[in-house]
């Protein structure tokens, strides 16, 4: 399949979004969207360079989000057993109302706050006690996440227990690259959705780890 450089740009930022490996990397997303056409007047090779310095930037962003992650009010983060996470699980801890996400192709408002087995939190939308909310494209997260999203509602809250399959690989494939590894749990609330652009929803995505890193391979 042929791609536009817009949509290449757009791959290249899901791509980025993907291997940093925390939620909170989808902020490289909404802030690419507002900037794609500044890219667009660049040759590959400038395009590369531009994204390398802003994957630098949000590698960054992330470790300072890490030291401030607090856990949503009324919630907390409790250690889990890791050997136990089987397969990747939902449980709504608020139900919402209305129709449900119907599928991928959609784009959510929610807070979220991530934790490991340990009880540590690795990434949240409260930092410091200030929550504010990100969007982000379901189709671009890991599939621990579109499975949670998917089928959830408006005003829901729900708690997602993912495999280390279903979302940033093992800790030996991340113990080098800062990124949250093994099994994971999200308390996510949704504050709403809405369906995708269509440019975005047109890129597929092929997402494998080599060697602890993300590869992707566009259908």
């Known amino acids: ?112 706050f991530g934790w490991t087995g340990d009880g540590k939190i690795f990434d949240s939308t409260n930092q410091n006690g200030a929550t504010k909310p990100i969007d982000f494209a379901i189709k671009g997260t890991v599939k621990g996440f579109q499975k949670g999203l998917v089928g959830a509602k408006k005003n829901s809250v729900i708690e997602i227990t993912m495999t280390e399959e279903d979302g940033y690989g093992s800790e030996k494939q991340n113990e080098n690259t800062g990124r949250p590894g093994g099994p994971l749990k999200f308390i996510v609330e949704i504050k709403d959705f809405k369906e995708t652009k269509k440019e975005i929803k047109d890129i597929k995505v092929e997402q494998t780890y080599v060697a602890g890193n993300c590869v992707f391979m566009i259908k």
């Open 1 to 112: 399949m042929s791609t536009s450089k817009s949509q290449r740009i757009g791959i290249w930022v899901i791509a980025i979004v993907m291997a940093l490996g925390t939620v909170s990397s989808l902020l490289v997303y909404a802030l690419a969207q507002k900037n794609s056409s500044t890219l667009a007047g660049y040759s590959q090779e400038e395009q590369q360079k531009k994204l390398d310095e802003y994957m630098k930037k949000i590698e960054e962003e992330a470790k300072k989000r890490k030291e401030t992650s607090k856990p949503l009010n009324g919630y907390s983060a409790t250690p889990f057993d890791k050997s136990s996470v089987k397969k990747t699980t939902v449980k709504v801890l608020k139900q919402g109302e209305g129709d449900p996400i119907p599928n991928a192709d959609y784009s959510v408002t929610v807070n979220y």
